[in-house]
């Protein structure tokens, strides 16, 4: 089954900072990933998502994330972090539902951004 | 502008007695899920609505029921919560198909507490 892992519970980063947040996916073909964002209390934003072509995807707020098919790899980064960036990133991976053709999103544990001053 | 729109944003019940969360969408989606995400752990699919038909995942315990009465509006039953029902209740939206691109929209959630 399709699935990813995020390896890093947790990161802490100066503002100011770079930023690489690490998404690992375990599938034979080529996935389509998404990354989400979590701020504490909300729902999940979509940052950006990859489906085929430039490995290399722009998503809002300044992120992007390159995929890459030699290290089943599809990290998540940003060349200065804001303190507002603070909260939890998901990555996910769509898992078809066979009943009417829907997928459903199969996350990712989380890793959580603190932002230090 | 607010898309899809989860009430109340917080909500306490008792041990054992019935509760309902609700779930509205402006985008006119055919697909409406609903997650549950405990403390610290990633969003765990319930159930979805395509249209009118309704999909269980094979672990969403009975308790657990929902219902979709037209395109806007889903709701989540919880018969009788239980202590471990204690979560953040997600509402998301698509616009369906078989191409596994759909982004899902997520409402900004229902913080269950179960006394």
């Known amino acids: 089954a399709q699935s990813v892992t995020q390896p890093d519970i947790h990161i802490t980063v100066s503002e100011g900072a770079s930023l690489e947040l690490r998404c690992n996916y375990s599938y034979g073909a080529t996935p389509y990933l998404f990354w989400y964002v979590q701020s504490p209390g909300q729902g999940l934003q979509l940052l950006l998502k990859y489906f085929s072509g430039d490995t290399l995807v722009q998503g809002i707020k300044g992120f992007e994330a390159e995929f890459k098919r030699s290290q089943s790899s599809f990290n998540l980064r940003k060349p200065s972090v804001h303190w507002s960036d603070a909260a939890e990133y998901f990555c996910a991976v769509p898992v078809g539902l066979s009943n009417f053709g829907n997928e459903k999103l199969t996350f990712g544990t989380g890793t959580r951004l603190t932002i230090i001053p | 502008d607010a898309m899809v729109i989860q009430n109340p944003r917080y909500q306490v019940t008792q041990f054992g007695k019935p509760v309902t969360l609700s779930c509205s969408q402006t985008l006119n989606h055919n697909v409406m899920y609903w997650y549950q995400q405990k403390s610290s752990q990633a969003p765990k699919l319930l159930f979805h609505y395509y249209d009118k038909d309704f999909n269980n995942e094979a672990d969403t315990p009975d308790n657990f029921q929902s219902r979709r009465p037209n395109t806007s509006f889903c709701f989540l039953d919880i018969r009788s919560p239980g202590l471990g029902d204690a979560a953040m209740y997600l509402c998301?939206?698509?616009?369906?198909?078989?191409?596994?691109?759909?982004?899902?929209?997520f409402g900004p959630g229902t913080r269950l507490l179960v006394l």
């Open positions: 998301a939206t698509s616009r369906g198909g078989r191409n596994l691109q759909e982004t899902q929209y």
